[in-house]
């Protein structure tokens, strides 16, 4: 049977898929559409499988499905195993807080299943502020593809014997697609975890089915190599005009990959945008082919599995390592990024490229060089060597997983605290509201207030305990009389009695994982109910950065007429922290309603004030982050 045309273009595209999604694991605020390139990799898998299973239906009547398999084995498994176990041998020699489930991770990869255990595990591609984050995550593609390649050749011999006609497959193969795609917008819109949505084999398939239907309408050997010039100007066009749109889509904000747009029909969008440039790049009266060939591309493109395989991993490791990567971000993200290519360059020459054409006679007469005394290949021997310890290791964290239980984060003294907390907030807030709904708003003499309180302080001081943490007895007097609204996230659940014990009049609404966008609705809401204080206290960015765009979003919704105090982030172990107070200094120029609380410089020098992940302050540093949020806002806030 002839072969294929080889389309050198499609490293090119691969290239894209692979920085894609690099760029927005390092930074997905800034690259918010970079995870867009995994359905680039499925549209290519799904068009070249397809077209190479259907040129041999046409050559030949039939097609060889053991080559096939004993194919996509010596190209997936050797780069996923090697992935699988240097992690395994890492995590049990330098980060054994991950082995627990390692077994039925690394099982559930090999059996291609990883994305249904992730699903059933709450694992979340989204979450990246986590003690346990997994290494493994973005392996869930691997599953999806490895379900396709098993099913695929079996799909195509029934197509083709039962369907029959071309026009007949297409058809169907669409209609399976659209199936997907509305699958897929069906569960967002009934509000099914957003997870199970993401790695579902069922909402993602559209993108390899879209690239099955293309291989049908437009085979690689059947397109014609002389085309008039007006033909390839038109090609050459639609090839620019979809090129724009793709890496428009890498970096919009409409693909945020947490709202709407994105599962009702974003993504849809993008795949079809990727068949009509892989189309364009295919055909050979179009220039797309070469513009996206060269070295660089080529090299990323050709080790584009290893790179995506690696990618998390060295990530997770890294930066579990480094404390301060929030400090120097580029620094530490090029050292990442060398370190990927680096892995991946070395596993591509010694695992990828060898295997991919491994037989049973190399591999016999591979072991016997090696067990060969007399034979002075060191090199080698040293090769073989290393990988029989990573085999040994690894397979010894596996075999040990079963038997370490998963840190329960709920049984923590920090999350018993947040539990605590929210149950004692949800209470205080319900009748707080009442109150609120019932009183009438009132402005007091400033002046009045102040000299009240100086007796008070003199005669009745309260919450004492709390003057050597950096707040004066009159400001301990003042915060009792102040209305509050205050949204956070975790770092401010974990200290809401201590707010609440300075400010009771505080309505605090404080979530783990929160992120800004929640903010909205829940000031809309308060505002609604007409709850919502003249003094709005705002502790969010722990779990992820925001725009310009959110924070004025923010101050609009709130009005000039109120004071808003925004807490910085003391997160040093991710890069978004100094972006993020950047970006809070900024909007306190831009708005003189906005108060930034300044907890980063405040505790930077403190690490004893915190809990292990250097972000939640412990039972000592919510005292000191309570007075200095309490103070600030007595200093500036409307009576």
Not at 368 to 382: H, L, M
Not at 386 to 409: Q, R, Y
Not at 568 to 588: E, F, I, K, S, Y
Request: hydrophobic share 45%; aromatic share 14%; with cysteine.
């Amino acid at each position: 049977m002839r072969k294929n045309r080889f389309i050198t273009g499609y490293s090119g595209l691969r290239a894209l898929a692979v920085i894609g999604v690099i760029l927005y694991h390092l930074d997905p605020s800034s690259f918010m559409g970079g995870y867009l390139g995994v359905p680039i990799f499925f549209v290519l898998s799904g068009y070249l499988v397809t077209d190479h299973m259907f040129n041999s239906y046409d050559q030949t009547g039939t097609y060889n499905n053991r080559r096939f398999y004993l194919n996509r084995i010596k190209k997936i498994y050797p780069q996923l195993i090697s992935v699988l176990w240097l992690s395994a041998a890492y995590i049990f020699l330098f980060q054994r807080n991950l082995l627990a489930k390692l077994n039925q991770i690394v099982f559930a990869n090999i059996l291609n299943v990883y994305n249904f255990w992730q699903i059933h595990n709450g694992q979340s591609y989204f979450e990246r502020f986590a003690a346990n984050e997994s290494p493994f995550t973005n392996l869930w593609t691997m599953s999806i593809e490895g379900q396709f390649y098993i099913v695929w050749p079996i799909v195509i011999f029934l197509l083709v014997k039962f369907a029959k006609k071309k026009k007949n497959i297409f058809w169907i193969l669409m209609g399976l697609s659209i199936a997907s795609a509305i699958m897929m917008t069906s569960l967002y819109l009934l509000k099914a975890d957003i997870n199970r949505i993401y790695y579902g084999t069922d909402t993602r398939f559209f993108s390899l089915g879209l690239g099955a239907a293309l291989a049908v309408i437009w085979p690689v050997e059947k397109l014609n190599t002389n085309v008039r010039k007006k033909y390839t100007i038109i090609l050459d066009v639609t090839g620019f005009v979809s090129f724009a749109l793709l890496i428009l889509m890498y970096f919009s904000k409409l693909m945020d990959p947490q709202q709407a747009f994105t599962y009702c029909g974003g993504m849809l969008l993008f795949t079809l945008d990727v068949c009509i440039f892989a189309a364009v790049i295919a055909h050979p009266g179009s220039h797309w082919n070469q513009i996206m060939s060269n070295k660089v591309f080529d090299w990323i493109g050709s080790r584009s599995y290893g790179i995506y395989l690696y990618q998390f991993p060295v990530m997770i490791f890294f930066e579990d390592k480094i404390g301060n990567i929030g400090e120097h971000p580029f620094m530490y993200h090029t050292i990442e990024v060398i370190l990927i290519l680096l892995i991946s360059e070395i596993t591509y020459r010694l695992i990828e490229k060898p295997m991919g054409k491994i037989s049973w006679d190399k591999t016999k007469k591979y072991f016997i060089r090696i067990f060969n005394i007399e034979t002075k290949d060191y090199v080698k021997k040293f090769q073989a060597v290393f990988a029989m310890l990573v085999l040994i290791v690894g397979s010894i964290a596996i075999a040990v997983s079963p038997n370490v239980k998963a840190e329960d984060f709920n049984k923590s003294q920090l999350a018993q605290r947040i539990n605590q907390n929210t149950k004692k907030q949800k209470k205080d807030n319900a009748k707080l509201i009442e109150n609120l709904k019932k009183q009438k708003n009132k402005q007091e003499n400033k002046s009045k207030i102040v000299e009240e309180a100086a007796q008070e302080a003199k005669k009745h001081p309260v919450n004492k305990s709390y003057v050597k943490y950096g707040i004066s007895q009159l400001d301990l007097q003042l915060a009792q009389k102040i209305q509050v609204t205050a949204i956070g996230d975790s770092v401010m659940a974990g200290a809401s009695n201590n707010l609440k014990q300075l400010m009771p009049k505080a309505l605090i609404d404080a979530a783990v994982s929160r992120q800004l966008n929640v903010a909205f609705g829940l000031l809309d809401n308060y505002q609604n109910q007409g709850v919502l204080a003249d003094n709005v206290l705002i502790g969010l960015g722990t779990n992820g950065p925001f725009s310009m765009d959110d924070l004025d979003r923010i101050m609009h919704q709130v009005g000039p007429k109120r004071k808003v105090f925004w807490i910085n982030v003391h997160v040093p172990t991710r890069d978004w922290q100094n972006p993020v107070n950047d970006l809070l200094r900024q909007g306190a120029k831009r708005y003189h309603n906005l108060i930034i609380i300044d907890w980063y410089s405040y505790s930077k020098n403190h690490p004893k004030w915190f809990y292990d992940d250097h972000t939640h302050p412990n039972i000592e540093g919510s005292k000191y982050y309570s007075a200095l949020i309490t103070k600030t806002i007595v200093k500036h806030s409307k009576f």
